[in-house]
């Protein structure tokens, strides 16, 4: 399974970005997927979380909430990240990481995208 991401770039401040994530490979379950994000110098800290099951549950970090919205289309595997507002802060490598259940081994996986950099300029 390989998550591929889309959508990163350069902004000024107050912009807006729409990441994407998409799953794909054979015979697999999403539990939840989820955006992480990792400045020059900084730990990485998860940004926002989605579960894919009933209404999906959702999760913000404090710094993003009011400005940021997770959602996912669970037909095409792809979750997104509307980023409003955006600050220099901001800036960061977001990658997109999902919890997968293969369906030939019922094995649970954590999966990771390569990362799209987003830079926020003032």
């Known amino acids: 399974v390989q998550l591929v991401e889309s959508g990163g770039g350069s902004v000024q401040a107050g912009s807006s970005l729409r990441l994407s994530c998409t799953a794909s490979?054979?015979?697999?379950?999403?539990?939840?997927m989820g955006w992480y994000r990792q400045a020059p110098g900084k730990q990485r800290e998860l940004v926002a979380s989605?579960?894919?099951?009933?209404?999906?549950?959702?999760n913000y970090a404090d710094s993003v909430k009011g400005r940021f919205t997770i959602s996912r289309d669970n037909a095409k595997n792809t979750m997104y990240l509307q980023m409003n507002s955006l600050k220099p802060e901001d800036t960061a490598v977001y990658t997109c990481?999902?919890?997968?259940?293969?369906?030939?081994?019922?094995?649970?996986?954590?999966?990771w995208g390569q990362g799209t950099l987003v830079t926020v300029s003032s």
């Open positions: 490979g054979s015979r697999f379950s999403i539990t939840t």
């Open positions: 989605v579960t894919t099951s009933g209404g999906g549950s959702t």
């Open positions: 990481n999902a919890g997968i259940v293969e369906h030939s081994t019922t094995r649970y996986l954590e999966v």
